[in-house]
């Protein structure tokens, strides 16, 4: 079963604007981590967020966020002020306690900052 | 600091021939390991994990294997490739903690002809 779902195959956003990426999951594990990644053309994955699905707070780091919300299991990815930089593929992943080494990912989202 | 390795960075062989892909992590103790496939322009599969030196867990039936033989080493291997093992194969490791995040080496692109 799909785990883990992210409905923008692409997206384009403009350089120093804000974008949201969208990812939603499907657990009935009640303790839970998300994470978000983002893989440049080099291939190399990128860890960026953790949210735990405990955390009351939306988790932030530095012009990633991303916003919790655990009724609608959506965890949608924040970039604030893009840059040409930010231009990647990014997936939205999840682990679930009771199988800890099995981290699912979605398809991805392919971001292109316009300059 | 903690680095992970893989080695070869690319891979052309021929259908029918054996693989080997190894994949070492410097600066931790008894991390979790685990090798992923990805298909262009798809997200990661898992393939397998492992917790310790020799225990290996398998996420999908395959032609290939993988084994631990020491603590910070991974290796992924087949007897035969087929075309449809192209891809992307990425290593990872993390801590034994809950929800702790993976960080991954950068990765082995593969093509079978």
């Known amino acids: 079963a799909q785990k883990i779902t992210q409905t923008q195959p692409g997206m384009f956003v403009q350089e120093k604007e804000a974008v949201t990426l969208d990812c939603t999951y499907d657990?009935?594990?009640?303790?839970?981590?998300l994470f978000w990644y983002k893989q440049p053309s080099s291939g190399e994955m990128i860890f960026l967020i953790y949210?735990?699905?405990?955390?009351?707070q939306n988790a932030t780091e530095g012009r990633y966020s991303l916003n919790f919300q655990k009724a609608r299991k959506s965890a949608n990815l924040v970039i604030s002020a893009s840059q040409l930089g930010d231009s990647a593929m990014y997936f939205c992943a999840m682990r679930e306690a009771f199988n800890n080494n099995d981290m699912r990912f979605g398809a991805g989202t392919r971001l292109t900052v316009k300059p | 600091s903690q680095t992970i390795h893989q080695w070869p960075a690319t891979l052309v062989q021929p259908v029918g021939s054996p693989l080997s892909l190894e994949c070492t992590v410097e600066g931790t103790s008894n991390p979790n390991l685990y090798w992923y496939r990805q298909a262009a322009g798809r997200g990661l599969q898992l393939l397998f994990y492992s917790v310790g030196i020799g225990q290996i867990s398998s996420e999908v039936p395959q032609n290939l294997s993988a084994s631990r033989p020491q603590d910070r080493q991974f290796i992924l291997s087949s007897k035969k490739l087929l075309l449809s093992d192209s891809g992307f194969y990425l290593c990872?490791?993390?801590?034994?903690?809950?929800?702790?995040?993976?960080?991954f080496g950068p990765g082995t692109r593969l093509t079978v002809l």
């Open positions: 990872a490791w993390s801590g034994t903690g809950d929800n702790n995040e993976q960080f």
């Open positions: 657990t009935s594990d009640p303790s839970y981590g």
């Open positions: 949210q735990g699905s405990y955390d009351q």
